[in-house]
């Protein structure tokens, strides 16, 4: 089975931006760096570019200068003309062997996602080559063109299946008149044996394409698709069933119960996980006598996840099973761990006492105690600060960072003294929690300690307290914060920027204004943001010159806050950056413009219609129309 390319992404993500997280709060030396670090990967030097196509660059970093462009997805007609030269000298050079296709593979893919209307007959080019292109890049382009072309692909036997799954994405996103698409999709959630042979005699399951049209059927809640969703949950393939019975149980809450509580005797014990987690969302007591039954599975995970969702539904009958269960020392230790679990979900005090038993007894099992732990966290009742405070010195880290969080959210200055005592926790993660506990806690106990480590803490401790304080939202921690504009760490200094254009950017515009101007792009974009929160019109000027920015981010920044700040003195400026190199300043330029509903900005407006790129003709038009009478 070919998986779809966009699920791919989800256990990646789930992965790499804990650790990301955890890296960049743990080294205060590497935080300096990571501004520069950040600029060097993302600028676009037209220079190196020049050098990359006339082939003086190393081979291996021809991708990364691709990559680059695509990340940050400025869009300009010389960045289009240089990637169409690196398309040309790929298929005129012959570098190492599969290397060649790999770059010509990037550069389409990062036309692609460019979305400028002239490269679409370049990357339709290459669709009836899965080589070439991804399906990712598939959806990516889907907008802006004419749906006969994906029908025209999801028809033709040379396109692979992968592929097929993207086309069904972009579909939806092109057709402006939807109702035309829902027949498409239908005959896409059909299961069918395909007869193409792949290397030899190998049969093929495009399930990632039944897949794709079950989740866009969903997307557009077209109740004429219930028949082939229901159909669909029958379909051999786990992801397919699942997203049928997602996609019925939002389109057809009443109507989808009888079959979810059907699914809960499934064969797969997958299929009767997924079916109770639904059912927990959509919260009807017609579930309960089932999943009090599926409590009894012969499979562990499935018990759990009944379990959960008999919590989440009707808490009082949770609570006259889960307890017995947790005080009954002769139930085996696996099953009072699942009740454990999940009689947090109950968000009931009752549960309190046998908690607080079981986390007292040292002759009951660790295991056990752990999660006794963790449902603790959850209830997270105002009853259960007395309990929480010593999880703050359990041995197991996620424990402590969950009880911090607990603490936080009940919000009793009774628990400030322990969260003051775990700040210097080993772990960034458990810091970072009981910073922010402090700061959602408030009171003059917790601010006085925040203050204190926003002036002497490290860099990572900086950052931690300014967020917690702008929680707190204070004159005090307001000015406080205001001071780190200058402070030796460019993350800090960034983090107290955009804590000051949360709090109120109004009473700091000439700070802001000196920001605009530093010297370093990030700062400069972050002070163009919270600038873009204020309507005051002292930050006109600051505004103005962060639309003539080098930056390309800053220069977005400042025409989307001119356009927030309706005054008819920024309309020279955004109709000047309608010519701005990169088409991404004209469409921010263009939405600004019609919010102002500048009349002076008609000729500049029509000449954007017949921009390459559809996002600023679409942009102009939205803007025209608003002006109407002047058109």
Known sequence: MRTHPAKLLI???????????????????????????????TQIDEEEISAWLKDDYPCENRDDHVLEIKHKGHRSAKIIQDLRLALHYTETRQYEWGYNEFIRAEVVETLASLGDSSVFPLVIEYWSNPDMLSGVSCSVVGEGLDPSLFIRALKSRSTSDDVKGAFLAALVSSAEERDAVIDILVNHTKYKLDTKMISGKTRYDPAGVRWTAVTMLSELGDKRAVPSLIEALDDPDNEVRFAATKALAKMQREEALPLLIEKLNDSGWEMRSYAAAILSELGSKKAVPALTEALDDENGYFRGTAARALASIDAEKALSIFTPVLEDKNKDTHTREIMASHIGHTHSDKALPTLERILNDEDEDSGLRESCA?????????????????????????????????????????SVPGLIEAVDDEFPRVRLAVMKALGQIGGDKAQAFLLEKLEKG??????????????????????????????????????????IGEMDAGKAVRSLGLAVIDENPYIRLAAAKALGKTRSHKSLFPDLIALKDESVDVRIAAAQALGKLRKSEAEPALINALNDEYYNVQEAAAISLHRLGASKAVPGLKKALKSPDHRVRRAAKQALDRIGPYR
């Open 11 to 41: 256990p990646i993500l789930l992965i790499t931006i804990p650790l990301c997280l955890t890296n960049l709060t743990g080294w205060s030396d590497e935080l300096e760096q990571l501004p520069q670090e950040k600029a060097r990967l």
């Open 374 to 414: 963790y449902a603790l966290c959850r209830i997270a009742s105002a009853k259960s600060v007395d309990l929480l405070i010593p999880l703050l010195k359990h041995s197991r880290m996620a424990v402590r960072m969950r009880a911090a969080i607990a603490l936080g959210k009940i919000g009793s200055e009774q």
């Open 458 to 499: 490290e860099a990572e401790t900086r950052l931690a307290a300014i967020e917690a304080l702008a929680e707190i939202n204070t004159e005090e921690a307001y000015y406080a914060i205001l001071d780190h504009f200058d402070d030796p760490f460019h993350e800090v200094r960034i983090a107290a920027i955009d804590a």
